[in-house]
């Protein structure tokens, strides 16, 4: 496992570059543990239905990448291990803030990133209700 940040009874890490493992205590969640592969784009996602539907003040992704995508670099590109690494822990960071937040943890979009095995962006924005 990659480092874990924990947040008012919320852990979540990073396993390897694709796979997020989800821990809490917290009553809003209905899951009290999941496992869950997610993309940058995943991230993308959250962040901006975010933005869109809350009063979040969502922090920053990691930058996209894009030089580290181009030919004859003279290193592994953005399949570099220290760059895996950076990218891991910049993005643990973000979704622990995301997740930390009082306001978010009541977004349905929220919910369906760290706990559905499969994220519906058709679905309808909502808040959950604490049971």
């Avoid at 496992?35 to 933005?51: A, G, I």
């Avoid at 950076?86 to 760290?114: D, S, T, W, Y």
Wanted: net charge positive.
């Amino acid at each position: 496992l990659g480092s874990c940040f924990c947040l008012s009874k919320l852990q979540i890490c990073l396993i390897n570059s694709s796979c997020s493992c989800f821990q809490t205590n917290l009553p809003i969640f209905k899951l009290k543990e999941s496992t869950v592969r997610r993309r940058y784009s995943d991230f993308e996602w959250l962040r901006n239905e975010l933005e869109r539907e809350s009063k979040v003040v969502v922090p920053p992704l990691p930058g996209k990448a894009l030089l580290r995508q181009l030919p004859f670099r003279g290193d592994d590109g953005i399949f570099d291990d220290s760059f895996i690494e950076e990218r891991k822990q910049a993005l643990e960071q973000f979704i622990n803030k995301v997740a930390g937040h009082p306001l978010a943890q009541n977004e349905r979009c929220l919910h369906m990133f760290l706990q559905d095995e499969v994220i519906d962006k058709n679905y309808t924005p909502s808040k959950i209700r604490h049971t």
